[in-house]
């Protein structure tokens, strides 16, 4: 009895050290054990800025065709989506009248020059006045400029295309009485097209004359047409902080016209930036962290983090291209843990 005694202290004693040196949850995989990681290298990508801009396409010249004078129509000279060329006739307005003007302007102006070189002739035997003499020559350049009012007039009863282009829908009829406020016709040069968009502000530095664009519309759905930046407006919309911008599209086969939307795609290379993928930030309060892994031993570490791309964040700071953060297993890890990387495991 008496060495039983002094034995069971001693049992327990060693049970309780063995214990003590060996934890019993690494058997189960819990605390001090490694823990199974997935990892992603932070990496250089290019940040590209994307917007589609709404335009309004325009004819590249385009006029309503309207009488200088009040005048009844004698001839309709075109039809209605004629294309026609520069100078071409497109309306002849009745002129007998006019023309009567001319004739009777020509004949003072004929009658006012002969009588001032008669007197012209006489001035040297000093027969008439050097005043008189001026006032013959200053009737003779009224009757000039007569003559050429009367001639204006008369050119004004034919209507010329100012331009190339197709006419629109005839909108008189020969025998019309027509006066500066009436519209006959219209006239488009859509051989090319003005596509009138605009941008962001913040895109002033990406669009500049002389750029190439692509630009859609709903009517051509399978069709990219390709035009050029002519023209950058000098000032903002001081509310859409927003530019207008211009561009020409060729349009040979016609297939554009004038007031149709049309899309445009432009495109703002910021250079290459440092990104990890977004499920790898931890957010704590206002700050951000992630979790970097180095010789299989965590590290959190606070970032600043700048724009999101589809499935990226921009790193500003905090981060080297190259070191591996945790990507799946954020919630299991925190400061100094061991951890075992099966970003690259074979399942």
């Known amino acids: 009895m008496p060495s039983r005694i002094h034995v069971l202290p001693t049992l327990v004693f060693l049970c309780l050290s063995a214990c003590d040196e060996e934890p019993a949850e690494n058997a189960r995989g819990g605390w001090g054990s490694t823990t199974k990681i997935v990892t992603a290298p932070v990496e250089l990508r290019s940040m590209i800025d994307d917007i589609e801009a709404l335009g309004t396409a325009r004819a590249n010249e385009s006029i309503e065709i309207q009488p200088r004078i009040a005048s009844f129509v004698d001839r309709v000279a075109f039809e209605e989506g004629q294309m026609v060329q520069q100078g071409d006739l497109l309306i002849e307005l009745e002129n007998s009248e006019i023309v009567a003007g001319l004739a009777l302007a020509r004949a003072s102006l004929s009658e006012s020059q002969s009588i001032?070189?008669?007197?012209?002739?006489?001035?040297?035997?000093?027969?008439?006045?050097?005043?008189?003499?001026?006032?013959?020559?200053?009737?003779?350049?009224?009757?000039?400029?007569?003559?050429?009012?009367?001639?204006a007039r008369l050119d004004n009863t034919r209507i010329l295309a100012p331009f190339a282009g197709r006419v629109g829908l005839r909108r008189v009829s020969p025998g019309s009485l027509v006066d500066s406020q009436d519209v006959i016709t219209t006239l488009d040069d859509v051989s090319r097209i003005k596509l009138d968009f605009s941008v962001p502000e913040t895109f002033l530095t990406v669009v500049s004359a002389g750029m190439k664009i692509q630009a859609r519309s709903i009517v051509f759905p399978d069709r990219v047409f390709e035009g050029t930046v002519t023209s950058i407006d000098t000032r903002l919309d001081p509310v859409s902080r927003a530019v207008q911008i211009r561009a020409l599209i060729p349009n040979d086969d016609g297939g554009l016209k004038p007031g149709m939307f049309m899309t445009v795609d432009l495109q703002r290379d910021r250079g290459k930036v440092l990104v990890v993928h977004e499920q790898s930030i931890v957010p704590e309060g206002t700050s951000q962290f992630v979790f970097v892994v180095n010789m299989g031993t965590v590290e959190k570490r606070a970032v600043t983090i700048g724009r999101r791309i589809p499935g990226f964040v921009v790193i500003r700071e905090g981060l080297k291209l190259g070191e591996r953060v945790i990507t799946e297993g954020t919630g299991k890890v925190r400061q100094g843990s061991q951890v075992e990387d099966i970003s690259n495991a074979d399942f």
């Not at 001032?116 to 350049?141: H, T």
Request: proline share 0%.
């Open 116 to 151: 001032y070189d008669r007197s012209k002739a006489l001035a040297s035997s000093q027969a008439i006045s050097a005043s008189n003499l001026d006032q013959l020559l200053a009737q003779v350049e009224i009757d000039k400029a007569q003559v050429q009012a009367a001639r």
